[in-house]
């Protein structure tokens, strides 16, 4: 089993940064892909930024409504990942989610989600 605990939302005024931090503890057989997704109220979950994880190295993706604004990054040592979100706007208020993809030796793929942390950007 894996266990994701994300940390670092809160609230924060237009224009502000946060950083999430998503902790992966557990029996972890390699990070094929990391992410996070966001949900509002009433929609759909939507993906924010992801690593994929390849022969060439960690491959970032963002939302289009998230590039240039918005960093993710992963540290394999600490299995942990980051999001640096900056110039923030009301627009991205949502529960954030992390999320774990792994090949298990034994079950095959396998995801993993968070609990999710709250990012209300207001003023």
């Known amino acids: 089993q894996v266990q994701l605990v994300e940390t670092g939302g809160g609230k924060v005024q237009p224009g502000g940064s946060l950083r999430l931090s998503c902790e992966a503890t557990?029996?972890?057989?390699?990070?094929?892909?990391m992410g996070w997704y966001r949900q509002i109220p009433g929609k759909q979950r939507e993906l924010v930024a992801r690593?994929?994880?390849?022969?060439?190295?960690?491959?970032?993706t963002y939302d289009d409504s998230v590039k240039g604004r918005f960093t993710i990054s992963i540290d394999n040592t600490k299995n942990t990942l980051y999001l640096q979100m900056n110039i923030l706007l009301p627009e991205v208020t949502a529960v954030y989610y992390c999320?774990?993809?792994?090949?298990?030796?034994?079950?095959?793929?396998?995801?993993?989600w968070g609990q999710g942390t709250h990012v209300t950007v207001s003023a």
């Open positions: 690593v994929t994880s390849g022969d060439d190295g960690d491959k970032p």
């Open positions: 557990g029996t972890i057989f390699g990070i094929n892909t």
């Open positions: 999320y774990l993809g792994h090949l298990d030796p034994a079950h095959g793929p396998r995801y993993y």
